[in-house]
Nanobody, 123 residues
């Protein structure tokens, strides 16, 4: 059974950093694509960063390029989203998701989701 659980969210000041973790079970994370998404109040869920298992590339949304990075610890079945230089507009619930071969970094491309963790960037 595929399961994902996010942690690491919280309140941080603008310019600060957070590292989100996604604990995975029921599948080999190195065989599956992993995506980080976020949803702010009143907005659609958007893809922040997604891995591509076919060519090894990593997608980052323009709004987070140079500030966020995704990484894995396959031995621990963990996937991370390191978030630096955080801005108030990064405030959202962040989700990790997985699927074997998603067609892109968008919500409908992924079938398996965690419950989300709140990130609030405010002074």
């Amino acid at each position: 059974q595929v399961q994902l659980e996010e942690s690491g969210g919280g309140l941080v000041q603008p310019g600060g950093s957070l590292r989100l973790s996604c604990a995975t079970s029921g599948f080999r994370p190195d065989y599956y694509a992993i995506g980080w998404f976020r949803q702010a109040p009143g907005k659609e869920r958007e893809g922040v960063s997604c891995t591509n298992t076919l060519n090894g590339s990593i997608y980052y949304a323009d709004s987070v390029k140079g500030r966020f990075s995704i990484s894995r610890d396959n031995a621990k079945n963990l996937v991370y989203l390191q978030m630096n230089s955080l801005k108030p507009e990064d405030t959202a619930v962040y989700y990790c998701a997985t699927d074997v071969y998603p067609l892109g970094c968008y919500e409908k491309a992924f079938d398996y989701w965690g419950q989300g963790t709140q990130v609030t960037v405010s002074s």
